[in-house]
């Protein structure tokens, strides 16, 4: 089960997975502030707790006319 | 320019009639609002390219069809559009110099609908880079001011239409909206701004950020006029997938209705507190303000905005990356220092990540379904803080220090994810002169009720008639 400490994410981790897995080219330059965009970001999204969302399928079209008065 | 002309004491409405009836042509309107740009643009770079010439031809050629009989009933109207829309001819850049020499063929649907009511396009107007950002700052084309106080951000990212709109040199805009990029700007620059329903207004002709969250939507100096855009921008069209079909309501029939029956909600966690205190001060006014038109006012608990702002995170990262994924990889030193990261980050998300959001976001809809049996509209601030300094990356509220992007994004984003209708439009101003933005929010298709809502209490508040000083010197 995930816990609610923050995801911390060293700069190490990110160039790993740029290179394994998203196959990204990062400059030095560029790894520190994808870092820090995905520590946020990773943090943000881990606060969908899964009563959140258990017992719904994917939303895979936005069709809003049936919520009507 | 004859007094006749002053487009700041006009609206789009009366320019359009006194086209139509010959007393002024589109011609004289066109240059007048062409004057402004010339002589304020160099400063607040509203504008990334002014169609000087394409707009003087498109002015005459109004005033030939007048002429003819033609009935256009926004006729000679300048425009602005955010320049993530085409119009044929010219680039569209979407801020980024990536795409400077972009030369779309034909224009952007909501572009030729409005071409086809009257208006008259003066210009592509400036925006945060690939619409990415909240505050229209952009090293490629430079940074978009605030009209009431050039050290201050515009708000983003369709920051280039609210400077233009408030300083006189357009009646109309075209922006877009995916987390509060029309109802940011407008309410940190004292305009109208009006993030449709998902799927009422055609996208075709625009630079996606996120496919499934993207709006297109009017941003205008009144009411009224917001709602004589949508009137010529709604409604179906076979070139985007997610175009409704239902039929366009006459948005200008309930304009001039008080709100006697309607039921306004008041969030009041989340959205109401922490405030700026002066915020809290026009809001507490706006809400007397709606009370005075007519409308029942309903205290609502609402539920937590965590999961809401980390689903809508995950989808807009994820779709914009994967709309931008070419440039990504093989451009990425062409990006800003501040969009490349985004743009970068969203590789990395998982197809879990996406689809957890995806079935939050579901949730969220169904949650707010049920909880807008209880009332008509929300009401909100659009934003908790008025227009912050060029360069500020947080703000204090209540002694905490927040990130801008909680404090501006978490009260429009929410009707991002789950495609609803909000307003924003302008409610006070702070004793140093900044605009103060409310929020209505309604049922997905109910813009009718919202630009009647947001009349009245134009009406109830009468807030007296405001000129940045900069438009002065």
Known sequence: MPDDQPQRLSETTVRRMAQDVVRLPLTEAMVEPVRSTLEGLFNEIAAIKPEDREGFEPLSQVILEEWSR | MSAALELLEKSAGEVSAQVRSRAISAVEVTQGALDRIEALNPQLRAFITVMTKQ?????????????????????????????????????????????????????????????????????????????????????????????????????????????????????????????????????????VGLKVTYGLVSRHGGVPLSWS???????????????????????YDAKDSACSRLPVPDYLADLGRDLKGVRIGIPHQGFFEPLDPEVGTAMQDSLEALKLAGAELVDVDWPSLEPVVGAHRSVLFAEASAAHEKMIRFQAAELSDDVRPLLQAGLFLTSGQYLAAQQARRKVIEQYRGLWSRFDLLVTPTSPIPAPEIGATTTRLDDREVPLVRAFLDLTLPFNLTGQPALALPCGFTRAGLPIGLQLVGRPFAERLLLQAGAAFEAARGLPARVPAVVRT
């Not at chain 2, 952007?108 to 009257?118: F, I, M, P, Q, Y």
Request: hydrophobic share 40%; with cysteine.
């Open chain 2, 213 to 235: 969250i993207d709006t297109v939507g009017p941003m205008a100096r009144t009411v009224a006029d917001a709602a004589r855009l949508l009137q010529a921008m709604a409604g």
């Open chain 2, 55 to 191: 707009a003087q031809a498109e002015a005459a050629a109004v005033d030939r069809l007048i002429a003819s009989g033609r009935d256009l009933p926004l006729a000679g109207v300048p425009i602005a559009i955010k320049d993530s829309f085409d119009v044929a001819g010219v680039p569209t850049t979407a801020g980024s110099k990536i795409l400077a020499n972009s030369r779309p063929q034909a224009d952007a649907e909501s572009v030729k609908r409005l071409r086809d009511a009257g208006c008259v396009v003066v210009g592509k107007s400036s925006l945060h880079e690939f619409a990415y950002g909240f505050t229209s700052r952009n090293p490629h084309y430079g940074d978009c001011r605030n009209p009431w106080d050039p050290a201050r951000i515009p708000g983003g990212s369709s920051g280039g239409n609210a400077v233009a709109l408030a300083t006189g040199m357009v009646l109309g805009a075209i922006g877009g909206d995916t987390g509060g990029s029309i109802r940011l700007p407008a309410a940190l620059c004292g305009v």
